[in-house]
Structure formats: structure tokens, C-alpha cells
């Protein structure tokens, strides 16, 4: 039979669903890859944010400048950094008053060296530092539970720090001002935030710029109650006092953010699915919890689409669990399927940033812990930098449920040195407890495909804190390099197999998307 024949035999004959050796299909994918994307977002779309509690003692700011977490945090750049929590909202800038004695010792050092380079001479303050954080960690968490929050004062080293950290990984620092500082508990008093920007101004600092906190918990954290006409006033005046700046002039200014959408507009979110404290392991595997994330977000943009039309709308801080993470579930590779769907149904439902709640700090939902080793959430959240672009892909699936097996498709990142123009992303995640298989649509079935398939190391399985990368384990090289994160190449007609509980990238190289074109 003719070559030419037999294509077009091939494009007329219904889906073919490749016999599995248990007997069982595949699910079919079917995939919008011509015409227009469905969306775009944010090149920097998956953003990082670093809570302010880090400030509640100025000391442990210094542990910014350690260089396995500026390579950690330069591999997921380009990005936003939100400084901002809580704790914004109980921070004054004194420029007048002393640094702490590490954030002055480290910031000598920099003043003799390169402004990005390593400081091997600040090794044993951060050696003592880090000896003394599990207090300090606890003592976070615990005012955090405790709702009892007291005012910190930082100073010029603890900005300076803060923000060459940001500058020298690679992303663009958003600074959240103090909100709760009021006239007559009403008018916002802007003198500190003025301070603080003619000190940032004299540095020539290039910030954005957020006020307050979820003012919808002033209240409940500070006993003040703040309308949205008040708060709206307070943010032209914001305005007004940036533009007397000419570094300011033009800056972007973030905000309001809510943590529970009610019938006013939004512009920052907040996210978390479970409680920290009472969350379970099958919390974090359930379709019926990750669909409450779609579920919010659409009565998010259904207000901004009636109020604000064409606004965008980030979510300003998600995690898995709220109060800091779930003890040995947000830190583990079961934390990965509510990241993983987050960023999918972010992008599928026009969410334009995500900013992940926190890079580094107190708690579990942590990207880098406390000893600056990489987590399974940020092998994963490097995955999706490298590999998936910013143009989202209409995709689904017969012949599974699409609660349990749920499959977003983006084009390809081009910036990936392996791949170009038209190569799709496909990720995918198994909610099943039995390995589940994927078939490309038949006019894929020629295309070759790179597997990344994530898996938990180790004997405590989906519990485990380590993950592997195609069988290999991902750790650093050393304090600056990363690991190759190598792809296994299948060839043309293979089925995508997704064991049990699991999560993968696939790049379809060569699909020709005329959506990613």
C-alpha cells in the first residue's frame, strides 16, 4: 500500500486504543493543539514569596545571603518575590537604629567583595544562626496559632540583604508596606512607608510595592476594622505618595488581596486547600479537595469580570495547608498534587501569577528547608519552570475519570535548549491507586516523546522527603550546581504508563502546534 494511502487511512480510522498487557485501555487524550491557545500567562508565572516572619528577628534575614539558596532560587528565576505575610503589617523601618550584629557583619563583608559573590567568612555566624532557628521557628509558628503578633523594627541592612537576594537570584523584589499603622484608627499614616521608600529611593532600589495584608483579618489580628472605601482611599493615597519619587513613579503597585473571596474585587488571592494542623494524607490525594481550588477562583473572576473587566488576578500566597503546612505531609512528595493541579488549574482559568508560600522559612510548606536541601516541591516546581510554556492548551481525556487522572497541556518553554516552536507539554497527575496509561490522539502516535516522570525515593513512599527524576535520584552536585534533569526518550506509538499515585511532564517533541506557533 502506498505511504500516502496509508496516512490517510490512518487520520480516517476512530481513535485506536493500544491493547495493554493486563487487558485493560489507555485513556484516550484528545488535544487543541490548532487554532488559538485557550490562554496565556505571566512569563513569570510561577513566583516565589518569602513571609515577613523571617524579619520577626531581623538576625535570620542574614541567612539569605548562603549560597546554595541564592543557586536554588536562580534556578526557578525569572520571577516575582513577595515579601509579605502576616507579619508586614507589624513591621517599622527604623533607619536610624543599629542592625542586628549578623546582618552587619554580613553586610561589611559584602561591602569589601562582589555584590552577588559567595562570603565563605560569614560560614560560622550562619553555622550559629542555623543552630538557633528551630527555637525561632517554633516561636513563629506558635504566634502565628496564638493570633498574638507584636511589632519588629528593621533597618537599612535588613532591606539591603532582602533585596540583593532578590536582585542577585534574579527576581523582582515586591515589597509589602505596614497597612495597620493608622490616624486615629482610621487614616492609614503613611510616615514610616516614607521612610522607608526615601531610604529604598537613595539606594536606587527597584521594587513594586503591596499595603497591608488580607485587610479582611485586620480585625481579627488587631482588633481594627478597615472598609473598602477606607482601604481604597488608602491605596490612591499610596499612589500619590509613590509618585512623588521619580524611581516610584512608574512602579507597580499590588493589591488588595483577600483570603476569602466575598463580593468585592480581588486583585491578589490567597490559596490553601486544608488545615494544617488537622490535615490527612488523604486529604492531599483527594479529587473532592483539589476541586475546591477551581470551585474559589471562579467566583474570583466571575466579581473581577463584573467589576474590573480584563483586570488580572494573581494568587499573592499558596500552599498546600495554611498555618504553616502540614507536619510531614507539605514537605513530602504527596504535597506535590496540589501543587501540581494549582499551577495546572491556574493557568487553564486564567490566573496569571502564582506565587508559591515560601521559597525559605518557618513551617513545612517550605520549597528549601531549614538545612537549605531542596524539597520534592521544588524538583517539581524546577520542572514546570524548564519545561512548560506560557501558552495554555485545551486537553482531556476518554476512558478515565479526568477527576483522578487529570491532564493539563501547555506549548513548550522554548527558552529549553532541547526543544522548539511547537513542542506541547503535557503534565499529568494519577490520583488512582493503580498505574494508569495515556494515549496520544493518532495524529501524535509517530511524534517522539521525552518522559519526566517524578517519582517519591525511599522506603516512606508518597511520605518520602526525596524524589527521583526517571529512577534517578535529584540532589545538588555541590553548594552552587544543580543536577541534568534528564529526560527518558520513548519512541513513536509508545503509551504514556503513569503508576499509582504519581505525577509526570511529557514534552511531545515535533507536534507542530499551530496554537504554539
Known amino acids: 500500500m502506498p505511504p500516502l494511502l496509508l496516512l490517510l487511512l490512518l487520520l480516517l480510522l476512530p481513535p485506536l486504543l493500544l491493547p495493554l498487557a493486563e487487558g485493560r485501555r489507555a485513556a484516550m487524550l484528545r488535544m487543541g493543539l490548532r487554532g488559538s491557545p485557550r490562554g496565556e500567562v505571566s512569563p513569570a508565572f510561577l513566583s516565589l514569596t518569602l513571609d515577613a516572619s523571617l524579619a520577626r528577628d531581623p538576625r535570620y534575614v542574614a541567612l539569605l545571603s548562603n549560597p546554595k539558596l541564592r543557586a536554588l532560587a536562580t534556578a526557578l528565576s525569572p520571577g516575582f518575590l513577595r515579601f509579605g505575610g502576616t507579619e508586614t503589617d507589624f513591621l517599622i523601618f527604623d533607619p536610624n537604629k543599629d542592625s542586628t550584629l549578623e546582618e552587619k557583619i554580613l553586610w561589611e563583608l559584602q561591602a569589601q567583595q562582589e555584590a552577588c559573590g559567595s562570603r565563605p567568612a560569614f560560614a560560622a555566624v550562619e553555622k550559629l544562626l542555623l543552630a538557633q532557628w528551630p527555637s525561632q521557628e517554633k516561636l513563629i509558628l506558635a504566634e502565628h496559632n496564638w493570633k498574638k503578633h507584636k511589632n519588629t523594627t528593621i533597618t537599612r541592612n535588613t532591606l539591603d540583604i532582602l533585596y540583593s537576594f532578590a536582585k542577585c537570584s534574579g527576581f523582582h523584589l515586591i515589597f509589602g508596606l505596614n497597612a495597620l499603622l493608622r490616624k486615629d484608627g482610621l487614616q492609614w499614616d503613611s510616615s514610616n512607608a516614607r521612610v522607608l521608600l526615601d531610604y529604598c529611593a537613595s539606594q536606587r532600589y527597584n521594587i513594586s510595592w503591596e499595603l497591608g495584608n488580607e485587610p479582611n483579618s485586620f480585625r481579627k489580628k488587631s482588633g481594627i476594622y478597615i472598609d473598602g472605601f477606607q482601604l481604597g482611599q ?4 499610596l499612589r500619590q505618595l509613590l509618585s512623588n519619587y521619580t524611581l516610584y513613579r512608574n512602579a507597580k503597585l499590588y493589591g488588595p488581596d483577600v483570603g476569602q473571596p466575598r463580593k468585592h474585587t480581588q486583585r491578589l488571592l490567597r490559596s490553601y ?13 483527594s479529587p473532592e479537595v483539589l476541586d475546591t481550588f477551581a470551585t474559589a477562583v471562579h467566583k474570583v473572576l466571575e466579581i473581577v469580570a463584573g467589576t474590573v473587566p480584563n483586570k488580572k488576578v494573581w494568587l499573592g500566597e499558596t500552599s498546600s495547608a495554611y498555618g504553616g503546612g502540614a507536619p510531614r505531609l507539605s514537605n513530602t512528595y504527596v504535597a506535590g498534587f496540589m501543587w501540581l493541579d494549582k499551577l495546572g488549574l491556574s493557568a487553564r482559568q486564567g490566573i496569571d501569577v502564582v506565587m508559591r508560600q515560601v521559597f525559605f522559612g518557618a513551617g513545612t510548606y517550605h520549597l528549601v528547608d531549614a538545612n537549605f536541601e531542596p524539597l520534592p516541591d521544588y524538583w517539581l516546581s524546577l520542572l514546570y519552570k524548564k519545561l512548560v510554556g506560557t501558552k495554555v492548551l485545551q486537553v482531556s481525556l476518554a476512558g478515565a475519570d479526568e477527576r483522578k487522572l487529570r491532564v493539563y497541556l501547555h506549548c513548550t518553554n522554548t527558552l529549553h535548549p532541547k526543544y522548539r516552536e511547537g513542542d506541547v507539554t503535557l503534565f499529568a497527575l494519577n490520583l488512582y491507586n493503580i498505574t494508569q496509561h495515556l494515549q496520544l490522539p493518532n495524529y501524535l ?3 517522539h516523546v521525552d518522559q519526566y516522570l517524578l517519582l517519591p525515593h ?5 511520605l518520602s522527603r526525596s524524589i527521583e527524576l526517571n529512577g534517578h535520584v535529584l540532589r545538588m552536585v555541590d553548594d552552587k550546581m544543580l543536577p541534568e534533569l534528564t529526560e527518558k526518550p520513548l519512541g513513536p506509538g509508545s503509551v504514556l504508563g503513569l503508576p499509582a499515585f504519581s505525577y509526570s511532564f511529557y514534552v511531545i517533541k515535533n507536534a507542530k502546534a499551530i496554537a504554539c506557533i
Do not use: C, M, P, Q
Open 445 to 447: 502516535l509517530s511524534k
Open 273 to 285: 486547600y486544608v488545615n494544617g494542623r488537622s490535615a490527612t494524607r488523604e486529604d492531599f490525594l
Open 458 to 462: 525511599g522506603k516512606e513512599n508518597i
Open 234 to 237: 488608602d491605596f490612591i493615597h
